[in-house]
């Protein structure tokens, strides 16, 4: 059976030491908050809150002048130019560049499986569940999903260098542009932090669970996610991800 629930500043954790105990916890919790399609973030240590590259030590100066570094330099070496800001602070964000983003995926195995991918068994990992639609009902008082184009996205992604720009205080959940095969595989999603810097389980602690995989399980639910066909190359569909999971796979 899963672990009992414990309680840390009002977020419910349950501990999964099997793939059915950790699909059951995600069924449950689902249709606990009234059958929402849960968003999923897998992290390899359970103790690191869910707070975005730029907010965590040590803290960007600039972030303007690393947004327009980014866009300058990188033109030269992308097939197709990104269409708007976002798909540009995106782009940022997918190739390790401080952003305020959070990465999401609405696949329940994909977030375990991107809470295993580099744990080697000497900590605790943990997966996430965000019900994504009370977020953005708590914090801008819409219980939509928000797309880029959206007006009220525009206030958090304000022109590089712009004078007066202020930051909403509260981090909402957004949609991205299905624009990549990585990101469709990945079945991606956002959260963009405001200008308050704390982990997002400080603002909606009960629409939260912290699912935590014990430190002597992460090897073999690894393992047992690659039998159910969730691998380097399925997360991953591209040359990279192809060859490491051959290397994986013959352990080489």
């Known amino acids: 059976m899963p672990g009992k629930p414990r309680h840390r500043h009002s977020v419910v954790i349950r501990e999964a030491t ?21 968003w999923c973030r897998g992290q390899s240590n359970t103790t690191w809150k869910l707070l975005p590259w ?27 130019l990104p269409g708007s800001e976002w798909e540009w602070y995106f782009l940022m964000q997918h190739y390790g560049l401080p952003t305020r983003l959070l990465d999401w995926s609405v696949g329940s195995l994909l977030g375990l ?9 000497e900590t605790a ?12 009902e708590k914090t801008i008082k819409s219980a939509e999903l928000l797309l880029t184009t959206d007006d009220a996205a525009r206030p958090f992604l304000p022109p590089i260098f712009a004078k007066r720009a202020k930051l909403p205080q509260k981090p909402i959940a957004i949609v991205p542009p299905y624009n990549s095969p990585r990101i469709t595989v990945q079945r991606g999603a956002f959260t963009v932090h405001g200008s308050e810097r704390m982990g997002l389980e400080s603002f909606i602690p009960e629409r939260l669970m912290k699912i935590e995989i014990p430190a002597n399980q992460c090897v073999r639910m690894k393992r047992d996610l690659r039998l159910a066909g969730i691998n380097e190359f399925t997360v ?6 192809l060859c490491r999971e051959i290397r994986a796979e013959l352990n080489c």
């Open 113 to 121: 499986y991107f809470a295993l991918r580099n744990n080697t068994g």
């Open 54 to 80: 730029e907010y965590r030590p040590p803290f960007v100066l600039d972030s303007d002048e690393i947004r327009s570094e980014f866009q300058l330099k990188s033109w030269p070496l992308l097939k197709n």
């Open 236 to 241: 991953f569909p591209d040359l990279d991800g």
């Open 18 to 38: 099997s793939l059915s105990e950790y699909l059951k916890l995600h069924s449950d919790t689902s249709k606990g908050w009234g059958d929402t399609k849960i």
């Open 125 to 136: 990992a943990a997966v996430w569940l965000l019900d994504p639609w009370a977020l953005n």
